[in-house]
């Protein structure tokens, strides 16, 4: 089994390796939280590996979720041998993390596998609760956060950043087989697939999308209120991701709701921008 040092070096690697906002992340993460951050990261980077692109056909990459739900089990049970869980289990230990939001992540994963169309803004709610949402729970449980009322208001956040990803990625979504405007909404502004999967970008779109948008954002807003209930970094991070997935929001609402032609994202400047303000917009918020 690798070490406990070199498989929180494995998991940094990953992560570093996967996302470009981890060098600016890693500022507003104390030093000594970060190795677990790295952890929880590639397990969430590596699940979504496995339900996007791990080689074979459906059935495959069911098994494969399968057989990393039992390694999770292994982890849980003392047992890690993965590199990722040998980590993770020690993570989990130092913190008291629960079984569930992990359980969770690799659900969403099944879903991807089984689903490609939502008939409900509760569904696509449901399928939120379970991609999104246990990542914020994760971090809220590494800064010592555990109560009700304030996961519930990470729950927010999380659900607006996955509902903005789908709005900024419909076209990519696309393209492998997944659309999660839900069906409801589609027939309510009058606007079909085939329309959506020839990416016209007419009337009863942009009134579909300004619905959309307007929904997430509401949901940015109450999500919000969390920065006045935690300290230090993490008002910074709620406030920086909040901020930016609101940003992401105006993006499409300037191109005139047309997520096609180019995906809407944010400069370095744009990002750079928002962590200056984030670092200092929380001190007005108290604690």
Known sequence: MVGLTEAYRYCERLARSHYENFPVASLLIPRGMRKHIYAIYAFCRHVDDLGDEAEGDREARLLALALWEEELERCYAGRPSQPIMVALAETIREFRIPKEPFQKLIEANRLDQRKGRYRTYEELLHYCDHSANPVGR????????QDEERLALADKTCTALQLTNFWQDIALDLGKGRIYIPQEDLARFGYSEEELEHHLVNESFRRLMEFELSRTRALFDQGLRLVRLV????????ELFSRGGLAILKKIEEADYDVFRRRPRLSKAEKLGLLLRALLRPNAHGN
Request: charged share 20%; proline share 0%; net charge positive.
């Open 138 to 145: 994760l971090f809220l449980h590494l800064f010592g956060y």
């Open 231 to 238: 300290d230090g970094r993490l008002k910074v991070a709620i």
